[in-house]
Each structure stands twice: as C-alpha cells, then as structure tokens.
C-alpha cells in the first residue's frame, strides 16, 4: 500500500509539472500538487 500511495504522489507531481507549464488550468494543479505533497510526507512519517 505504501509503495502505491508513493508512485500516485510522483505521477501527481508529474501532471502537475506538465500542467503547471503547458497549460493554464487555474487551481486544479496546485490542489494536485498539495495532494502529491501530502502522499509523500505520510510515507515518510511513517516510515516505509
């Protein structure tokens, strides 16, 4: 489950760089980078 919840965070990230630079879709991408952000925080914390 961890190894899932980390490739969804580099795969949002991911979209989120190509969102970020080829397109202007507002907040969507940064709510995508947040949620990205988070995913990869809770691996560390925990540890795994």
Do not use: D
């Amino acid at each position: 489950m961890g190894y899932l919840l980390y490739l969804i965070a580099v795969i949002l990230i991911i979209f989120w760089a190509i969102g970020f630079f080829a397109y202007s879709a507002g907040s969507i991408i940064h709510i995508l980078l947040v949620i990205a952000v988070i995913a990869i925080l809770l691996r560390l914390i925990r540890g795994n």
